[in-house]
Nanobody, 126 residues
């Protein structure tokens, strides 16, 4: 069973930055990894994903502001978030799957993936 643990969330003013981290309990190099988020009253949405080959992909609204990366040796996934705005406020979740993660796919659900974290809250104030 895959266990994921996120950290790094917090409160920040608009224009600020945060770096999220996610540790995985198994060999990360075998999985496609991603970040998802959900704001109160809204649908779950993909934010960014990184393939086993290290290739990143992003939802359009975060391109140029967010950067996903990973350290296979540390089994840790990162999300550097810059130029944050109030629309980025949400619970952020780390995900792992042996298949492909597409941050633009609206049909991704935690139950369909190999691993899903407990989430870390990001609050951006104006």
């Amino acid at each position: 069973q895959v266990h994921l643990a996120e950290s790094g969330g917090g409160s920040v003013e608009a224009g600020g930055s945060l770096r999220l981290s996610c540790t995985i309990s198994v060999e990360m190099s075998s999985f496609c990894m991603g970040w998802f988020r959900q704001a109160p009253g809204t649908e779950l949405q993909g934010v960014a994903a990184i393939g086993r080959d290290g290739r990143p992909s992003y939802r359009n609204s975060v391109k140029g502001r967010f950067a996903i990366s990973k350290d296979n040796a540390k089994n840790t996934l990162y999300l550097q978030m810059n130029s944050l705005n109030t629309e980025d406020t949400a619970m952020y979740y780390c995900a792992a799957d042996s298949g492909i993660l597409d941050p633009q796919d609206p049909l991704v659900r935690p139950d369909n993936l190999d691993g899903w974290g407990q989430g870390t809250l990001v609050t951006v104030s104006s």
